[in-house]
């Protein structure tokens, strides 16, 4: 009966376990806290009244434009023109350095011990290619021969005397060669500049304006050569050197148009004188030509022309005298300007385009610096031919 009471033991050892077990788990549960319950989910909450806007309704302003701050461009420093009288003397040097050698030759002809017919005939071919031409040769020779003994003279200072003497009289120094830059009245002078291509004609209008700034006169200057565009860019920089304003037009523009705005500017501003450069024209086109004409007519319905140069190129010789006439019948040229009268170029010409047109060289350009254009004075040109 033993493996009973074992059997019953082991029996109640397992409930006791179990027993213990359990209220180890109760306990456990109970010190556990308590499980909140999950929200309840809400119903979708039906849309109320309030308005609803769109992006459409909304008025906004656009954000006032930021002004850059002004930068102030640099102060251009004009140029202070050279004044005319001081420019001559320095031509004159550079004209007596430039015909050095031909005055050598013909002061070496008078002053040889005898002066012959071969003598004569060497002087004579010296003048002729000097471009003085046949003309003003003989009638120079023939007053040297008169004053000076055939066989020769003793004294070499007064041959050179009477020849200074006798080409003096042969550029006409008694000629008026003032320029008319001054109009009547309200109006403005007027200077009306033409001239073939190449003969340096608006460099001349702007070396002539730096001129008659460096006298204290207002200036206007018109391009009327609207057939280049180089030509109204290169005016403008000349005028914007010394403050002077360029009228211009589009390229190919009328020209006469562009002349008349200029002049009519030049009134209406009180303006002292208007230079108008025209388009460079052969002699040979007679539509050039005839609208040159038209040009100066246009511009004289607001003020009359005071003067009308011609540019020629002193190292042309005959081809010059022949354009000089031509433009002489179109547009009554009052005066000369000679560009190039150094290096190549002969002084003689001088005296023939005086003599050709009846009308005197007012300005001379030596060299190709900004105010190497000055007055034209007789004296002082001779002096120069003869190197002194």
Known sequence: MNWMYVFWAILAAFVLVTAAAAVVALRSRRELPPVEPADELLPAQEPTDTEVFEPTDIDLEPAPPVE????????VALEV???????LARLRRRLAG???????????????????????DDFETTLITSDLGVGPTTELVTAL????????????????????????????PDLDRSLDVTGDGDDPGVVLVVGVNGTGKTTT???????????????VLGAADTFRAAAAEQLTTWGERVGVETIRG???SDPASVAFDAVSRGAAENIDTVIVDTAGRLHTKTGLMDELGKVKRVIEKTAPVTEVLLVLDATTGQNGLTQARIFA???????IVLTKLDGSAKGGIVVQVQREL???????????GVDDLAPFDAEQFVAGLLGE
Do not use: F
Not at 329 to 335: A, L
């Open 68 to 75: 850059p701050e002004p930068v102030e461009e640099p102060a």
């Open 250 to 252: 589009p390229e190919g």
């Open 205 to 219: 209008v702007g070396k002539l304006a730096r001129v008659l700034v460096a006298e204290g006169r207002t200036v």
């Open 145 to 172: 021969r008169r004053e000076l003994a055939v066989d020769g003279v003793s004294d070499p200072a007064k041959a050179r005397e009477v020849l200074r003497r006798e080409l003096v009289a042969l550029v006409q």
């Open 358 to 368: 009846g009308v005197p060289v007012k300005l001379i350009g030596l060299g190709e």
């Open 81 to 87: 023109p050279e004044a005319p009288a001081s420019r």
């Open 329 to 335: 019948e179109v547009v009554d040229v009052t005066g």
């Open 98 to 120: 430039s015909n050095n050698a031909r005055a050598r030759g013909l002061a070496d002809l008078l002053s040889r011990d005898r002066i012959d017919e071969d003598t004569w």
